[in-house]
């Protein structure tokens, strides 16, 4: 596997910003950001700023593709932009080219390869504190990490190495499981909890940590999704909704979820993307997930 030399991101929102901010200036890179001509000028115009600082990027739209296909193209964006971003992204597709998405949820990779057959997809999520983004700004404390890899990572792969290689140059802290489909699990197991239980009660950490019942509500929606996951055969499931409490409990306080900052700016959340897609997984599976199913009507 050669070093990744070309790259392209596609989503300059909370988690994204982090990540363009340390690959933009890397030596021996090419790194743009992929976007429409609406947002450009959006950011253009406005700017976009990372902890107070301002970001200066490349820019490069799918009508100025030129034939040429990348090393790496990261996915950012929310999950209702997606389908939208594999579009944006085919010009610029090749066989050599590894895609990493970062989204919430679990269903991103099957449908990248199912849409770029024969392309590289792995496997990708950030866990961490959370980033509070207001318009074109984000700000986060660098509490984080990027976990990511394909299926199974006992052997690393040439691809993963390669890009492990760039994010140590980059000083992007990651790690590679073993078994990242059940820590894809993990983190969804997570988020069907804490951003949807956030969302309904409009509580922030501190709030949920304080109220026995919110973190109760949130427990259910946990518990359910981990039924679903014993179905579709994904491995060390016992401890996921310990785990995931942990991680709840020890959040700063004042931090809000990824979905509340969504329901507070009145832009669209991610409800399909976690309750959506283990009401059809509980359908399939035959398991029942009342709680998130409430929560579906609730907030879609």
């Known amino acids: 596997m050669k070093k990744i030399r070309n790259i392209l991101l596609i989503g300059l929102g909370a988690i994204g910003t982090l990540y363009a901010a340390l690959l933009r200036n890397l030596p021996g890179i090419r790194f743009r950001i992929l976007v429409d001509e609406k947002r450009r000028l959006r950011y253009q115009t406005n700017g976009v700023f990372l902890n107070g600082e301002k970001l200066d990027f490349e820019w490069i739209s799918p009508d100025q593709a030129t034939g040429e296909k990348v090393d790496l193209i990261l996915i950012a964006t929310k999950s209702h932009g997606f389908d939208s971003a594999m579009e944006m992204i085919a010009p610029f597709v090749g066989k050599d080219t590894l895609i990493l998405p970062l989204l919430n949820g679990i269903t991103a990779p099957a449908s990248l390869r199912k849409r770029f057959s024969g392309t590289e997809a792995l496997y990708g999520f950030f866990l961490g504190h959370a980033s509070v983004r207001e318009g074109t700004r984000v700000s986060h404390d660098g509490v984080g990490k990027l976990y990511f890899g394909k299926e199974e ?18 000083g992007i802290s990651y790690e590679i ?58 491995n060390d499931t016992e401890k996921m909704v310990q785990s995931a409490m942990e991680v709840i409990l020890t959040m700063p306080p004042q931090a809000k979820t990824s979905m509340l900052q969504d329901i507070l700016s009145s832009r669209p959340t991610e409800v399909d993307l976690f309750a959506g897609t283990l009401c059809r997984l509980g359908k399939q599976y035959s398991v029942e997930v009342p709680c998130n199913e409430e929560v579906l009507k609730q907030l879609s």
């Open 153 to 170: 990572n006992h052997v690393i792969s040439p691809e993963v190495s390669a890009v492990a290689e760039l994010f140590d140059r980059a």
């Open 177 to 234: 499981p073993g078994d990242m489909k059940s820590a894809l699990w993990k983190k969804y197991v997570l988020n069907v909890g804490v951003n949807q239980a956030s969302a309904v009660f409009r509580a922030d950490y501190g709030t949920l940590q304080k109220n026995p019942e919110m973190l109760d509500f949130a427990q259910h929606l946990m518990e359910e999704a981990v039924k679903v996951a014993v179905k579709a055969g994904v």
